[in-house]
């Protein structure tokens, strides 16, 4: 069953540098929901970056308001957004983002080791994390003995590992294969179905097969239909 994991009601964001105004975001109301994979669509510098950070609570809106799970976040200070975070929501990113030195499971343990769990436990749950995406037998795996997609699928499984509500993902397929690209979202199409809210900032119009629902963001204003194909090339 869908519920309402996030929602934003006229947010904007706005930079300034000196006597320019850039309009990042324009004023947007929308909101996501549990059981569904999104895709953010839009071209290079559209906003959709923007428009994930502020659903990931990474950056405050210039106006307007955020509700997770209800609650209203806009004003929470730094350090509890940066607990929300932390036990709310995965992050998956481009570059994967793995800590070099560190095997794979011991990369997928970090989050819980910030949430102060013991190493016992954080171990149990990164290898059970690992084991959803495939991976249990790399889990002693150094990021440079990994593929391009075996380590995206480390980043899925340290995402996942502290059973957030919510994952975001910024171009999650950008540095993959065309194999490797559809094997990564079809676990996050797993995600989904299994009750996380999948949200997936991309430019790649290839993967609206597996959406259940794309919104598009084109020079900071979001709607529901695309302007022009020829854009995302």
């Given at each position: 069953?869908?519920t309402?994991?996030?929602?934003?009601s006229?947010v904007?964001?706005?930079?300034?540098?000196?006597?320019?105004?850039?309009?990042?975001?324009d004023?947007?109301?929308?909101?996501?929901?549990t059981?569904k994979?999104t895709l953010?669509m839009?071209p290079s510098?559209s906003?959709k970056t923007?428009l994930l950070?502020?659903l990931g609570c990474v950056?405050y809106p210039?106006?307007?308001?955020?509700?997770y799970?209800g609650k209203e976040?806009?004003?929470?200070?730094?350090s509890?957004?940066?607990?929300?975070?932390?036990?709310?929501?995965g992050?998956?990113f481009?570059?994967?983002?793995?800590?070099?030195?560190l095997?794979a499971l011991?990369?997928?343990m970090q989050p819980?080791i910030l949430?102060?769990i013991?190493?016992?436990?954080?171990?149990?749950?990164?290898?059970?994390?690992?084991?959803?995406?495939?991976?249990?037998?790399?889990m002693?795996?150094?990021?440079k003995?990994?593929?391009?997609?075996?380590?995206?699928?480390?980043?899925?499984?340290r995402?996942l590992v502290t059973?957030p509500?919510?994952?975001?993902?910024?171009?999650p397929?950008?540095?993959?294969?065309?194999?490797?690209?559809?094997?990564?979202?079809?676990?996050l199409k797993?995600?989904?179905?299994?009750g996380?809210?999948v949200?997936?900032?991309?430019h790649d119009?290839?993967?609206?097969?597996?959406?259940?629902k794309?919104?598009?963001?084109?020079?900071g204003?979001v709607s529901?239909t695309?302007?022009n194909?020829?854009d995302?090339?």
């Amino acid at each position: 069953m869908e519920t309402e994991i996030v929602k934003l009601s006229q947010v904007n964001k706005i930079y300034k540098t000196g006597d320019t105004t850039i309009t990042a975001l324009d004023k947007t109301s929308i909101s996501f929901e549990t059981h569904k994979l999104t895709l953010i669509m839009g071209p290079s510098g559209s906003g959709k970056t923007t428009l994930l950070s502020i659903l990931g609570c990474v950056i405050y809106p210039t106006s307007g308001q955020v509700f997770y799970k209800g609650k209203e976040v806009t004003n929470l200070k730094e350090s509890h957004l940066a607990e929300l975070r932390l036990h709310e929501i995965g992050f998956v990113f481009q570059q994967f983002n793995l800590i070099e030195p560190l095997h794979a499971l011991e990369n997928v343990m970090q989050p819980l080791i910030l949430q102060k769990i013991p190493v016992a436990e954080a171990k149990s749950k990164a290898k059970k994390a690992l084991d959803e995406v495939g991976l249990s037998d790399r889990m002693y795996n150094l990021p440079k003995k990994l593929s391009g997609g075996q380590k995206q699928r480390v980043a899925i499984a340290r995402a996942l590992v502290t059973d957030p509500s919510m994952i975001l993902c910024d171009e999650p397929t950008a540095s993959l294969d065309a194999k490797s690209a559809e094997i990564i979202m079809e676990e996050l199409k797993s995600l989904a179905s299994r009750g996380k809210a999948v949200i997936i900032v991309t430019h790649d119009l290839r993967l609206r097969k597996f959406a259940d629902k794309v919104i598009y963001v084109e020079e900071g204003q979001v709607s529901n239909t695309i302007k022009n194909e020829e854009d995302y090339k």
